[in-house]
């Protein structure tokens, strides 16, 4: 029973360029959210989603920043024209439909993205 | 606004003794909570979660809650150089989330 997956592990990608980082949940969770830390700060919530909706967005930037979870597919985080500022962890975890006040998040390994 | 607080370290016990990690929140709607480990350059782990008042023990580690003083702890008993990490305590907001305070760094010396 895998659990969730991120892709890829580190990414690079230089100033003005697209990031895309890839989380599928733990197969029969249908809750996924997305997390950012920068070095040596919190966890900040970025994006709840469920499938083919976005349930809370209020952490995600209104700039560069985009998210979906496609019926059929991984989550998909999407930043546009990165600057060196969006070089962090981001981290997806998930959780199943009896929801997060029982059983909590189960989390990824997290992407590592620096900018350039 | 919703807030946890936690001390953010770092707090450093000999090993064997215990480690007392604390956190307050501010929702009192709030009736779940859960503590995470993370390790440095690593994910966050699920070690410990609460639902009601008092203590919840497993092991080496127990969670206590208090709500009406809107407070969680976990308790580290006969604490190893291996739990060094930070620890991040989560409450659940009622929206089907958690909010994780910024978390306390221990460090066990050995």
């Known amino acids: 029973n895998a659990g969730v997956m991120q892709n890829p592990r580190h990414l690079v990608r230089r100033r003005g360029q697209e990031a895309r980082l890839r989380c599928s949940p733990v197969k029969g969770h249908s809750h996924v959210y997305w997390y950012r830390q920068l070095p040596e700060e919190g966890l900040k919530f970025m994006v709840y989603l469920q499938k083919e909706n976005i349930i809370d967005e209020s952490g995600m930037p209104k700039e560069r920043f985009s998210a979906e979870f496609p019926k059929e597919g991984p989550s998909i985080l999407r930043i546009q024209q990165v600057v060196r500022g969006d070089s962090a962890a981001y981290f997806c975890?998930?959780?199943?439909?009896?929801?997060?006040?029982?059983?909590?998040?189960?989390f990824g390994s997290g992407t590592r993205l620096t900018v350039v | 606004q919703k807030e946890v607080e936690q001390n953010s370290g770092p707090l450093s016990v000999p090993e064997g003794a215990i480690a007392s990690l604390n956190c307050t929140y501010s929702?009192?709607?709030?009736?779940?909570f859960f503590w995470y480990r993370q390790y440095s350059g690593k994910s966050p782990e699920l070690i410990r979660s609460?639902?009601?008042?008092g203590d919840k023990e497993d092991r080496r580690f127990t969670a206590q809650l208090n709500k009406a003083s809107q407070y969680v702890s976990l308790l580290i008993r006969d604490s190893q150089p291996s739990d060094s990490a930070t620890y991040l305590c989560?409450?659940?907001?009622?929206?089907?989330?958690?909010?994780f305070g910024t978390g306390t760094r221990l460090t066990v010396i050995p």
């Open positions: 975890a998930s959780s199943p439909d009896r929801g997060v006040a029982n059983y909590g998040y189960t």
């Open positions: 929702d009192r709607g709030s009736q779940s």
């Open positions: 989560a409450p659940e907001t009622g929206a089907n989330n958690l909010f």
């Open positions: 609460i639902y009601s008042n």
